[in-house]
């Protein structure tokens, strides 16, 4: 089992409260325990997913600020209420192609995007059946469930909404969303070598834990000779990446019951001959605190947010293996574009709606991060997923890039 030298960190961890310390260092222990079961090394997907959804302690299941200023980090619908504004424009339509239905959301985070789309649509008059929400944290469900009870657009809905520990049992209608859901699904961490490839995974070190690489089971090895013989050019020996060998499931899972209707999967990530192009050779992994990048992806388990980029051909490989169609793929920015974000800013910044002028800049510079190419604009991608709709996806009008899958 060879030793690979952590990242220098980059920037010093805004320290921990003590009763943040005290819950990173519990899941630490845990971890360890498990290593030490297993030979005194851990997959990182075993390591991931104990730091982000280990219970009562997991960085998404404890009682902590994760979204907006006072968290980590900022998604879409936090940033903006233009993102679910535009949203609502496409699910409307999907909803109609769908003869009606259910809108599920996967990860709702703090609320944000229920609260703005399901308000939306029922201002146009055209209020999904019900709202789903799947979400495997207490603390979130808890915290999404008071924002909407608090909300002028919802609270007199409530009875439309429902959380699930899971994806919906039973034949059902409508429309998945998941936004920023794939990023965060544990992944496992490889390297090539001229016979093949190593796992790179987590051992305990005098200090925490470190990276090691040992042999590649037969799954991972498997899965990296496959994406191999898919590249225009093989990733060449000691190319460090990864890849989530459990998105096949993740997605037949969450659309299995799902009998007519679309998905829509938001994350940032690239199609697979960009993701792992040779100058691409260290992988995506890295952690977020207090809105800063944290390359020590191994510190602090639980106290801050791992993720890596979504390989956006080996989740369209594994919806059509699920029975899904492609129905489109784009950029946040195109997405966004062609659903109609000049209209809806026009008409969110209009005198009419009595906006102050901070609040109608804070719209145009919310409009500009989602767009821009070095904000959300081209990092994000949006992948729409169908099942029994024909024709064109509102959203995709203005560039569809399936091709490049």
Same mark, same amino acid.
């Given at each position: 089992?060879a030793t690979?030298?952590?990242?220098?960190?980059?920037?010093?961890?805004? !320290?921990?409260?003590?009763?943040?310390?005290?819950?990173?260092?519990?899941?630490?222990?845990?971890?360890?325990?498990?290593?030490?079961?297993?030979?005194?090394?851990?997959p990182?997907?075993?390591?991931?997913?104990?730091?982000?959804?280990?219970?009562?302690?997991?960085?998404?299941?404890?009682?902590? !600020?994760i979204?907006?200023?006072?968290?980590?980090?900022?998604?879409?619908?936090?940033?903006?209420?233009?993102?679910?504004?535009?949203?609502?424009?496409?699910?409307?339509?999907?909803?109609?192609?769908?003869?009606?239905?259910?809108?599920?959301?996967?990860g709702a985070?703090?609320?944000?995007?229920?609260?703005?789309?399901?308000?939306?649509?029922?201002?146009?008059?055209?209020? !999904?059946?019900?709202?789903?929400?799947?979400?495997?944290?207490?603390?979130?469900?808890?915290r999404?469930?008071?924002?909407?009870?608090?909300?002028?657009?919802t609270?007199?809905?409530?009875?439309?909404?429902?959380?699930?520990?899971?994806?919906?049992?039973?034949?059902w209608?409508?429309v998945?969303?998941?936004?920023?859901?794939?990023?965060?699904?544990?992944?496992d961490?490889?390297?090539?070598?001229?016979?093949?490839c190593?796992?790179?995974?987590?051992?305990?070190?005098?200090?925490?834990?470190?990276w090691?690489?040992? !042999?590649?089971?037969?799954?991972?090895?498997?899965?990296?000779?496959?994406?191999?013989?898919?590249?225009?050019?093989?990733?060449?020996?000691?190319?460090?990446?990864?890849?989530?060998?459990?998105?096949?499931k993740?997605?037949?899972?969450?659309?299995?019951?799902?009998?007519?209707?679309?998905?829509?999967?938001?994350?940032?990530?690239?199609?697979?001959?960009q993701?792992?192009?040779?100058?691409?050779?260290?992988?995506?992994?890295?952690?977020?605190?207090?809105?800063?990048?944290?390359?020590?992806?191994?510190?602090?388990?639980?106290?801050?947010?791992?993720?890596?980029?979504?390989?956006?051909?080996?989740?369209?490989?594994?919806?059509?293996?699920?029975?899904?169609?492609?129905?489109?793929?784009?950029?946040?920015?195109h997405?966004?574009?062609?659903?109609?974000?000049?209209?809806?800013?026009?008409?969110?910044?209009e005198?009419?709606?009595?906006?102050?002028?901070?609040?109608?800049?804070?719209?145009?510079?919310?409009?500009?991060?989602?767009?821009?190419?070095?904000?959300?604009?081209e990092?994000?991608?949006?992948?729409?997923?169908?099942?029994?709709?024909r024709?064109?996806?509102?959203?995709?009008?203005?560039?569809?890039?399936?091709?490049?899958?």
């Open positions: 089992m690979i030298s952590r990242p220098a960190q980059a920037l010093v961890l805004t !320290p921990l409260g003590a009763a943040e310390a005290s819950r990173s260092a519990e899941l630490a222990a845990r971890i360890r325990a498990r290593a030490a079961q297993q030979g005194g090394w851990l990182y997907s075993e390591f991931m997913q104990a730091a982000l959804y280990e219970p009562g302690l997991g960085y998404y299941m404890a009682e902590r !600020p979204f907006g200023g006072a968290g980590d980090f900022t998604t879409a619908p936090e940033l903006s209420p233009l993102f679910a504004a535009c949203l609502a424009n496409v699910v409307g339509t999907l909803l109609a192609a769908a003869a009606g239905g259910d809108i599920v959301e996967i985070g703090s609320g944000r995007m229920a609260e703005v789309l399901f308000g939306e649509l029922s201002r146009r008059a055209a209020p !999904p059946a019900r709202y789903r929400i799947v979400e495997t944290s207490p603390a979130l469900a808890r999404q469930r008071e924002r909407l009870e608090r909300a002028p657009g609270r007199a809905c409530l009875d439309r909404f429902e959380w699930l520990g899971s994806a919906p049992a039973g034949a209608r409508g998945v969303l998941a936004n920023e859901v794939l990023d965060a699904q544990p992944c961490r490889f390297r090539i070598t001229r016979g093949g190593e796992a790179i995974g987590v051992a305990v070190a005098a200090d925490g834990f470190e090691a690489a040992r !042999p590649a089971d037969v799954a991972l090895a498997r899965a990296v000779a496959d994406l191999q013989s898919r590249l225009p050019e093989p990733m060449p020996p000691g190319f460090v990446s990864e890849l989530r060998l459990g998105q096949g993740w997605i037949a899972t969450a659309s299995a019951g799902l009998a007519g209707g679309a998905m829509l999967v938001t994350d940032y990530g690239l199609p697979r001959a993701y792992y192009h040779p100058s691409r050779a260290g992988g995506t992994i890295c952690g977020f605190r207090r809105h800063l990048r944290v390359d020590d992806a191994l510190a602090i388990p639980g106290a801050q947010d791992l993720t890596a980029w979504v390989d956006f051909s080996a989740l369209a490989d594994a919806a059509r293996a699920a029975g899904l169609d492609i129905g489109g793929f784009s950029t946040q920015a997405f966004l574009l062609s659903a109609g974000i000049d209209r809806e800013l026009a008409g969110l910044t005198d009419s709606r009595g906006l102050s002028a901070r609040e109608r800049a804070a719209l145009r510079q919310g409009a500009a991060m989602l767009l821009l190419p070095g904000e959300m604009g990092r994000f991608k949006v992948m729409a997923l169908t099942r029994g709709i024709g064109p996806i509102a959203g995709f009008g203005f560039r569809d890039l399936s091709a490049s899958l």
